[in-house]
């Protein structure tokens, strides 16, 4: 018998050997990936080096074009400079968005002020009649900011050069040694197994059997067994910790309900220690914990017993239960609307905003044992963002008188040069003209989303049918299409519902759809204006076959001042589309866009439909 039980002892510690060879190789392999991996790591250094490259480039272009509006090429020069300007700042966001080691942060804020500084003494040098400004010298002002700015972008491309040089030897080093390192620890450990298995196997058995028994008593419940250690080698000491273990599984049976309710108070405690709300609910929605933080924020009665009721009980918001009772019954984090992020609670007219987010709480098998919804107040940060759009409405406001009389004294100028027949100032007159319609437009767009963004513009609801805004958006662009040589249609199915809605608004946002389209269909395009309904909404489509977006964009679309670059000029504030969705959210409607590069673009928002209990409450009312 005790022969077979070294038989396997020994076969158990050959299977033990072979595992450690596995290991082995395994580790090799995987320190061969971890090189590969930092070397993978280092490719974010390249992108600074390049984007440092291409800044240079620019930059020198830039320059160049000032030294052709210098001598007297303004046209070419300044159309070069704009080029490279733009191209200068693509990359500078790059490598801005792409610090990754010490250093490289200064030298970006550095290049920032001194090329906006050069920017600044670039456009100034010339006025706008194209004359050169004294006050202004290339050397003195504008040529060392150059070598200034060039050097910088420089600096950051040696800084990302050596430190991936640096990393690339270090993680080279690094590897080899972990390698041989591992090599040697793997022999080792085999030759000390090899024996080890030799001596274990005729020392063990014995002492072996005897724990086997105790820990057989001891699995039935038994923990008042002591094994007795007749030798002082590994085994007798084996023994004796074999008997502290008994003692302390002892001594734990008979503290572990102390110790759960000291983990439990542990657990309360650093809940009320957070400073955001935290309510925990379990999965019959009965509040088990609650902070400090979220009764205050709450405004709830601390008077009443809030532990063990039920959420709806002591916190009456439906749209917080919904959210609750779907990550429940999901188990998983519940997707939670734009308008429904925000909670606000009234605290005596001082309101105060907070954001919340909803967490499933799991055990180690996967069960649902509850949730945990988080309150973090943002109530400065909503006023930050409210003064922000008061003050960007106010100066859209202030700034549209002068630029009303600029117009004026540009359009006077210019008759005055139809009259003279100066058709150099009459044509320079009309790029004016045509800048500050653009820039009118500009500040308009950037009045009615700082309105919209505070809350202050007017939605004048009625019942329309969508098909009449339909009309009204094709009649005002039928003849934009035409001249552009593409084919404007529109599909409206039968007998569509009503919705409520301000028609002069829903009418804009189509319109700026439709003009969108214009603007990237090539001629011989066509557009089609879809409308049906799916369900309660009312779905709204504009379909072009244009030059579609790249899916880079798709997602920054709706963002202020983002523009498609097409084969037209584009035109515009790049404001349209933000506007267009606040306006849809304001009618509890959404917007998206779904488009293939080079196949066109399909932009949708929907529209509540007007349901039968409403239809009827606002005929009674007429």
């Known amino acids: 018998m005790v022969k077979s039980f070294q038989q396997r002892i020994l076969f158990g510690y050959?299977?033990?050997?072979?595992?450690?060879?596995?290991?082995?190789?395994?580790?090799?392999?995987?320190?061969?990936?971890?090189?590969?991996?930092?070397?993978?790591?280092?490719?974010e250094n390249y992108k600074s080096i390049l984007a440092a490259e291409n800044m240079i480039d620019a930059l020198e272009r830039q320059n160049s074009a000032i030294l052709l509006i210098i001598t007297g090429n303004g046209a070419k020069g300044e159309k070069q400079f704009s080029e490279s300007e733009s191209e200068f700042l693509q990359w500078f966001t790059r490598a801005k968005d792409n610090i990754t080691i010490k250093g490289e942060k200064d030298i970006i804020d550095s290049l920032n002020t001194a090329y906006n500084k050069y920017l600044f003494n670039c456009k100034k040098i010339f006025s706008p009649d194209r004359e050169p400004v004294t006050s202004i010298n290339f050397d003195r002002d504008i040529y060392p900011n150059f070598l200034s700015i060039r050097q910088m972008c420089v600096d950051l491309r040696e800084l990302n050069q050596n430190t991936m040089f640096t990393s690339s030897?270090?993680?080279?080093?690094?590897?080899?040694?972990?390698?041989?390192?591992?090599?040697?620890?793997?022999?080792?450990?085999?030759c000390i197994g090899i024996g080890f298995s030799l001596v274990v196997s005729n020392l063990v058995v014995r002492p072996v059997l005897r724990i086997k028994e105790a820990a057989q008593k001891i699995m039935e419940g038994d923990y008042d067994i002591h094994i007795a250690a007749e030798t002082s080698d590994e085994i007798g000491q084996l023994?004796?910790?074999?008997?502290?273990?008994?003692?302390?599984?002892?001594?734990?049976?008979?503290?572990?309900?102390d110790r759960i309710v000291a983990e439990r108070s542990k657990n309360d405690a650093i809940i009320r220690s957070i400073d955001d709300g935290i309510i925990v609910v379990d999965n019959e929605f009965r509040i088990t914990n609650i902070n400090p933080s979220a009764v205050q924020s709450l405004n709830l009665n601390i008077s009443k017993e809030i532990t063990g009721e039920h959420f709806l009980g002591i916190i009456q918001n439906e749209v917080l239960f919904h959210y609750i009772k779907e990550t429940v019954q999901s188990a998983a984090p519940c997707p939670i609307e734009d308008k429904d992020t925000i909670l606000t609670i009234d605290k005596g007219g001082d309101k105060q905003h907070y954001q919340y987010s909803i967490t499933p709480v799991l055990s180690k098998s996967g069960t649902m044992l509850g949730v945990v919804l988080l309150l973090r107040n943002i109530t400065k940060l909503k006023e930050i963002d409210r003064l922000k759009s008061e003050f960007v409405m106010a100066a859209s406001h202030e700034l549209r008188t002068p630029l009303t009389s600029i117009i004026m004294s540009v359009e006077l100028l210019r008759e005055n040069a139809i009259l003279h027949q100066n058709e150099n100032v009459e044509k320079l007159l009309g790029v004016i003209h045509e800048e500050l319609q653009r820039l009118k437009?500009?500040?308009?767009?950037?009045?009615?989303?700082?309105?919209?963004?505070?809350?202050?513009?007017?939605?004048?609801?009625?019942?329309?049918?969508?098909?009449?805004?339909?009309?009204?958006?094709?009649a005002l662009l039928k003849t934009q299409a035409l001249e552009s040589?593409?084919?404007?249609?529109?599909?409206?199915?039968?007998?569509l519902p009503l919705v409520f809605a301000d028609a002069n608004k829903i009418t804009w946002v189509l319109t700026n759809l439709i003009a969108n389209a214009l603007r990237y269909t090539d001629i011989e395009g066509h557009i089609l204006v879809q409308a049906g309904q799916i369900g309660s909404l009312l779905h709204v489509s504009v379909i072009d076959d244009g030059i579609g977006?790249?899916?880079?964009?798709?997602?920054?679309?709706?963002?202020?001042?983002?523009?498609?670059?097409?084969?037209?000029?584009?035109?515009?504030?790049?404001?349209?589309?933000?506007?267009s969705r606040e306006i849809i959210r304001a009618h509890s409607g959404t917007i998206w866009v779904e488009s293939t590069p080079g196949e066109g673009s399909v932009f949708t928002f929907t529209l509540p439909v007007i349901a039968t209990e409403q239809k009827g409450e606002l005929n009674d009312k007429e």
């Open 441 to 474: 437009i500009l500040v308009n767009d950037l009045l009615d989303l700082s309105k919209i963004e505070s809350g202050k513009l007017e939605i004048n609801f009625e019942k329309v049918n969508i098909q009449n805004l339909v009309e009204r958006a094709i």
């Open 169 to 190: 030897n270090r993680a080279v080093v690094i590897g080899n040694r972990a390698r041989l390192s591992l090599m040697i620890i793997g022999i080792i450990a085999i």
């Open 549 to 579: 977006i790249p899916y880079e964009l798709q997602s920054k679309i709706f963002d202020k001042f983002v523009q498609v670059k097409g084969t037209r000029e584009a035109g515009g504030s790049g404001l349209g589309l933000s506007i």
């Open 14 to 43: 050959s299977i033990s050997l072979v595992l450690i060879v596995i290991i082995l190789l395994w580790s090799m392999s995987q320190l061969s990936r971890l090189s590969e991996a930092s070397n993978a790591i280092l490719k």
């Open 485 to 495: 040589g593409v084919k404007l249609e529109t599909q409206i199915a039968p007998e």
């Open 239 to 257: 023994t004796l910790v074999f008997n502290e273990m008994v003692n302390k599984l002892r001594i734990y049976r008979d503290m572990n309900i």
